[in-house]
């Protein structure tokens, strides 16, 4: 039972009691603990992290005087000197701030007692406390300097007021027990205002002997924080020493040395930021507020961190690899951030005030990452390595996909087993990987030759992923990859160099089967990736991935029959032919080509056909691998699912740069190494189609499959996904060009579906319909930020702005035919001197087309190809026109800007390489904004999504509400084709975006057209790269020139054999009716040779036609009724006809030719614009006729999303 009495059990404490009783509350621990701490070596010059003992409370009393000293600059401009000294050996610490604003000697009225009494005195006391006043010092709750002169034996203010002429010094002891009068006497008159506290700590109450060279060092660098977080007219001294920071990043270099990476942004006077990258040894911050260093972080240091790892995981991360999960304590872990940062009246989590607990909001300013400071960061290794990183924890996950060596395998679609797959002969087991179904028909009609026992099949879907770019979970769920895993017994990352692990997969040798043309080879090649990714080892056995070659052509003659492999060498065959008729040519584009008679003859002595691919200098044979021949097929060890032996590797690796000094590797990664693109440029551009492997040849090392079969494919991709600069067409748009001026398609109309089908027919096009119809359809769209000409007219729906074209309805609902216009454009006249290309033995469409103006401009050009990409913007027509009529008159062009049809808003050069596109909008009031343009690429339904995001929402932390959004609601009065958005904001909000100068850019009205990557094929099939528009016209100008010469030489030649015809004719027709010629009982040989007799000229239409190909046919072939005086007039008259059009054309450079034909388009095209456009027009003025009326039509409103009554925010939202 408790003897206390009421008295000793209830009691009252002064504040100075409560503070030396309870000091955590106010100071923090007073007891010596060991901390890794941040401080400054002397001996080394820089900051230091190590282990040290020191005592919290003594550091943070010491603080307070230092951050005293610092507000004291930040109030008085005067101030420009801090000077701290610490002597141990006397258990004395000073620290003085000079500035004539200093602390005014003169008794307080209300408290009567001298102002630097009060202050250093009595608690509670200070100037902080009016918190509507902004401050942006580090005091705030009246106990700073009293806390100091409570733990301290000794404390002695001596305060010198200049303007009063006063001397002020008092001297406090046994913590502030006694305190002593104040002396106050005159100063010297050149004695200039300062304050300097001195004390003695009580170093019994922090259980210290003496002040340590720990401390003294922790002192020290606290002293240096100052120095470098505070103006640089503010001289700071350390024992007499001027501490001298110039700038934030002098300081950040005394914590690591200058070749740590690191972006400093020191130009916002309330924000310094400087990022480290430290890969492994990040997760530090360093930080201030109003210089008090906040070890600990809080709101300043999230607001910072949080906004930095978020953009670096959205701008830049995600950008690079979709699918993968980034935690942002991923990214931290890797960077130390410096912060120095000035709040407005900041609030802290106690008095030690080492956490800052201030909202972001009442900061009193704002921070934004700038764009540069981002790129820099991530140009450093933090993005890969997080990827790497990330890549590398879940890679664990794939090993549930491993497979095990099964001789029974069941539930694999498709899969034929090899009878003695899994077994002890699994060695000398393949399995055929075909491409396809089709292939896998021909490959089982081949099994009947080879047989089950040691073959299997199995059909891959398409294309194998490249999973040197996938990310895990995409790896997880493909089923292509899965399945292989399965069917071979691969497990991952596992290293099959050492024979005992070789010998558990399920099959021995893999035969790849594809169709013989660029994307089998492509097929090839995604599959040798993916074991050069995982399974190196395995590569390296040679004859472990092979491949059978099939005729790709065939040519018959008679019983001689000639087999080709590749098509170039069918080519330098037929160019040889004198008679390439006498020949009848087979294509064989797929193995489904191929009957199952040839399929067996392909299997015919199987192994000796095959293809080995090797690693370079690598000899290592398949037999000196495997020796067991073994013929018992117990599977009581190979069906038990055992770890392997210590030989093989089971770690999961991490993605390393490849080494490009094996030349495997180099190749490989050349081909599929996202890296390595600027790499695949320079390959592709040293392309030659005769560099192709021989058929002959039946080991080829990796290298040259890539280099010599896979870089085939790579150049076809480019070249069907980047235009020719003559007429803007990949291979497929001119496909649909030649299909649509064959059938003549500009009067009738046709299905979007029956055209391709016909363009496929024709045209000879070897791909998917769907994307052919794909192509239709983007040739034929006309809405705002697609094409300027359409070549294809609209019929149906084709697409509008809302969703980018995206919302076209089905190709078998649709119709199209050629554009009145496209005729002015494509002239016919063209035709007989374009170069024509010979697919499948027909002649298809050209090389490309020869448009009068360079159509790429007019339409502009987007694709993806291997190694190339493409991006040009669209022009106006008339400045295209207006630029080609300049350049034939020898005359200098001035610069394009790029121009959409019927697009309202502004596009402005920002510099040689961009240009600025504004949407267009208007202020109605101040809490109303009105869009009436969205800036291109902004579809009206996305844009609709986004304004939602922006939408005002409500979200519980805690017990406190937070608002987020922009707008309070919108209005959508959008069409098809017309855009108008009404906004409503919150009060001063909008007026707030004004003035900051942010509206266009928050509300995404703004956007740029870069002109840096123009890449496009000239007319010899080189890709160049475009620097601007002007490179582009004048680069085809000079090539469709050469086409006008030619055009006209052709029509010269043309006009005088129609007219050596007419002549002919007319001559005939005399000679029978003076009976000359006889005709009547005559034999058609004896008339022949009766005009042989009168040297009557061999004839032939065709221009290019050889002496043995021409006749007398245009005479022999005429009706009898041709044989009259009246014929002879009108073939008179058609001479006279020709010869004037000859001495019109003789007479006319083609540059005039060029220019009437210019001039035709300019008047066809602006009367077409007027036309097409009149709808659209009649749209926008009766859409904004009258913008104070209210619309007619019933709005939808949108207002914003609030937690709450929901009945009585529906009843709101349907009144408006």
Known sequence: MSTKTNEQKYQKKTQREHVLLRPDTYVGDIEPTTEMMWIYDNNEKKMVKKEIEYVPGFYKVFDELLVNARDHSVNDASCNEIKVTINPENNEISVLNNGAKGIPVEMHKEHNMYIPSLIFGEMLTGSNFDDKEKRTTGGRNGYGAKLANIFSSKFIVDVVDQKKKLHFKQVFEKNMLEKNEPEVVSSDKKE???????????????????????ILALFNKRVYDIAATTSNRVKVYFNEEHLNVPSFIKYVDMYYPQECERIIDEENDRWKLCVLYLPNKGGENISYVNSICTYKGGTHVNYIVDNVVKRLINDYIKKKEKSIKVTPSLIKENLVFFINSVVENPAFISQTKDALTTKVARFGSTYEVDEKFMKKLAKTEIVNQVIDFARFKETAALKKTDGKKLTSLRGIPKLEDANKAGSKQAHKCSLILTEGDSAKAFA???????????????PLKGKLLNVREAAPKQLLDNEEIKNIKQILGLQHNKDYTDKEVYQKLRYGKIVVLTDQDVDGSHIKGLLFNFFHYFWPSLMKKRGFLTSLSTPIVKAFKGKSVKVFYNLTDYEKWKNKLTSPGAWKIKYYKGLGTSTSKEAKEYFVDFEDKLINYFWNEVQEEMGEIIDDDSEDDSDSEENVDSETSSKSSESNKKMEQPDYTDKCTDAMTLAFDKRRADDRKGWLLNYDKENVIS??????????????????????????????????????????????????????????????????????????EASLQGAIIGMAQNYVGSNNINILDPEGQFGTRLRGGKDSASSRYIWTRLNQLTQKVFREEDVNVLRKIIEDGEEIEPEWYAPIIPMVLVNGAEGIGTGFSTKIPCYNPTDIIDSLLKLIDNKEISELVPWYQNFRGTITKLNNSSYEVKGVYHIKDEKTLVITELPLGEWTSNYKEFLDSLLLTEEKSGKSKKVKGLIESFTDENTDKAIKFTLTFPSNKLFKLVKANTLEKKLKLIRKINITNMHLFNADGTIKKFSNAMEIIKEYYDERLKMYYSRKEYLLKLLN????????????????????????????????????????????????????????????????????????????????????????????????????????????????????????????????????????????????????????????????
């Open 444 to 458: 089982m009609a081949g099994l009947g030759i080879i047989g089950r026992n040691h073959y299997g099949v199995f």
């Open 695 to 768: 058929y002959e040849e039946r080991d080829v090392s990796y290298t040259d499959f890539v280099h010599k079969d896979l870089i085939h494919f790579s150049n076809d991709d480019t070249s069907r996904s980047i235009p020719n600069v003559m007429d803007g067409f990949k291979p497929s748009q001119r496909k649909i060009m030649f299909g649509a001026l064959k059938r003549k398609l500009y009067r009738d109309e046709v299905k979007v579906a029956q055209l391709s089908g016909y363009v496929s027919d024709k045209a000879a096009y070897h791909h998917g």
């Open 1057 to 1216: 054999n129609e007219m050596l015809h007419l002549k002919y004719k007319v001559l005939f027709i005399k000679y029978v009716l003076d009976k000359k010629i006889i005709i009547n009982n005559k034999t058609k040989q004896s008339v022949i040779d009766r005009l042989e007799e009168l040297e009557f000229p061999q004839l032939s239409k065709d221009l290019n036609a050889e002496e043995s190909s021409k006749s007398y046919n245009y005479i022999t072939l005429m009706q009898l009724f041709s044989l009259t005086k009246e014929k002879i007039d009108e073939l008179n008259k058609e001479f006279e006809e020709k010869n004037n059009e000859l001495d019109d054309l003789e007479n006319k450079e083609a540059k005039d030719i060029w220019k009437d034909e210019l001039k035709e388009l300019s008047t066809s095209y602006k009367r077409w614009y007027k036309a097409n456009n009149e709808e659209y027009l009649q749209e926008i003025e009766s859409m904004n006729a009258d913008k104070n009326t209210k619309s007619k039509k019933k709005k939808k409103k949108v207002t914003k999303k609030k937690k709450g009554s929901k009945s009585a925010k529906s009843a709101k939202s349907s009144k408006a």
């Open 192 to 214: 200039k205002s300062y304050v300097k506290i001195t004390f003695y700590p009580d170093l019994e109450k922090f259980k210290l002997k003496d002040i340590s060279t720990d």
